[in-house]
């Protein structure tokens, strides 16, 4: 494996940015379908790495091959390696409970349990250890508080957490994840379903997370990435089509494709 740096060169200053994941020449097939053709990035510590591109481009999908989600899918073939902590998460972690505890995953849609919103708290952390009452209400209190959500929720833990609002049941999710303590978030267009409103809550939720975790993020949205990204991965027809900090990629990008799609979302890749 290479260095475990990367180079940053921001506004003229090189300083250097710690690699989380490394990915080089991964390939997805589904079947004769080549999804991801050969990618090679790197999603850097403590920053917000935000992958944008059209539907159908091979976002999820990427995400999904960083925890494996994808794993035992009819057809799956997949080549290359990820490097996550040392290893090659492709080739070499066989306990895929804790890969999924350290690299933890955000949907789009709130995945809540018909559960009290303590219990949607602990469920994950609780597979991996045994709680008494007090850690589980600790714990719950913590990442409720990191998400911005124990004041809403504080006097009503034992209400389904299916009685709260999208916005409220995403944060919940969130909480849910940074209870099993992940080093890594990813987090697949976690705001598609919200209210601006609410939209902006999770946006400053993620800048405050970044401090303690790395990001992957995944959104449609062109303002949201230009609001809270760090480093940019453009995807376009399963390739990685331009990369770059967010002043670089949205002030002076270089590719073709890149500038139409900033200009008006469309795509010339295919
Ligand atoms: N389990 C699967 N079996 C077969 N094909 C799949 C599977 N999952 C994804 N694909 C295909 O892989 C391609 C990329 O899909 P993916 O969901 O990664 O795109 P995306 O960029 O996330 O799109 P969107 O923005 O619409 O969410 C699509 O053509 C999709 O149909
Ligand atoms: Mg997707």
Redesign the pocket.
Known sequence: METNTARKINAGIEEEAEVSIKISNLNVF?GV?H?LKDLSLDFQKNKVNCII??????????LRSINRI?DG?EKLKVTGAVHFNEKDILNGVTNLTQLRKDIGMVFQSPCVFPKSILENVIFGIQQHKKLTVSEKQDITEETLKAVSLWPEVMDRLKDSGQSLSIGQQQRLCIARTLATAPKVLLMD?PTSSLDPVTTRVIENLMERLKKRYTIVL?T?NIAQAKRISDQVFF?CNGQLIESGTNDMFFNTPKKEQTKSYLKDETCVCR
């Open positions: 589904f379908n999804i591109g059209p539907s159908g481009s091979g976002k999820s999908t990427l994808n899918t267009e995944v449609h995807m």
